[in-house]
Antibody
């Protein structure tokens, strides 16, 4: 059973960098069959896709965040990470990591439980 | 950019009734790249339906999806209290690569 678990600070100061890690168990981030994604959801609002990374390290980002986002992969730790720079209160949200099984279809079949990140001084 | 619009915003029904949720896309979406998710309060979204009409693993057959092009539907037969949730549609293919509808909240009367 594939499991994803987000980790990182729950509070970030404005203008600083938000950093989160998603650790995967029951599967390998090195597998060429999957994309590894970050999404977020402000309280009471809908879902926003942030970006994805492939096993080779190739990435795609949401154009609305692209200038501030970096997603990286660490195959030795079976994890992938999100960095979001110059954060503001608008970046306060629950952040999810999720898997896409590329060979089957472009949908999120496994999700982490989510981690709340608040941006506040 | 493909914009997904969901209706109604809230659906309040009695147990045992049938719920019909709609998702309309501003441009045609490939059937293989359309999905529905269920999100219960305090939980992560869960995949319900993929490729328009295929139920994900463990999803009861009370849930069914249909549609094509720009109009898609999710039906929930014999509504149960455990179905109280927000339901989101999702498309892949247009920038941004993944986008979601605003959600339909299903309540039990």
């Amino acid at each position: 059973q594939v499991q994803l678990q987000e980790s990182g600070p729950g509070l970030v100061k404005p203008s600083q960098t938000l950093s989160l890690t998603c650790t995967v168990s029951g599967g390998s981030v090195s597998s060429g069959s999957f994309y590894w994604n970050w999404l977020r959801q402000p309280a009471g609002k809908g879902l926003e896709w942030i970006g994805r990374i492939y096993a080779t390290g190739g990435t795609n980002y949401n154009p609305s965040l692209e200038s501030r986002v970096n997603i990286s992969i660490d195959t030795s730790k079976n994890s992938f990470s999100l960095k979001l720079t110059s954060v503001s209160a608008a970046d306060t949200a629950v952040y999810y990591c999720a898997r896409v099984a590329a060979v089957v279809g472009m949908y999120f079949d496994y999700w982490g439980q989510g981690t709340l990140v608040a941006v506040s001084s | 950019e493909i914009v997904l619009t969901q209706s109604p915003g809230t659906l309040s029904l009695s147990p045992g009734e049938r719920a019909t949720l709609s998702c309309r896309a501003s441009q045609s979406v490939s059937s293989g790249y359309f999905a529905w998710y269920q999100q219960k309060p305090g939980q992560a979204p869960r995949l319900l339906i993929y490729a328009v009409s295929n139920r994900a693993t463990g999803i009861p057959d009370r849930f069914s999806g249909s549609g094509s092009g720009t109009d898609f539907s999710l039906n929930i037969n014999r509504l149960e209290p455990e179905d109280v949730a927000v339901y989101y549609c999702q498309q892949y293919g247009s920038s941004p690569l993944f986008s979601f509808g605003p959600g339909t909240k299903v309540d039990i009367k």
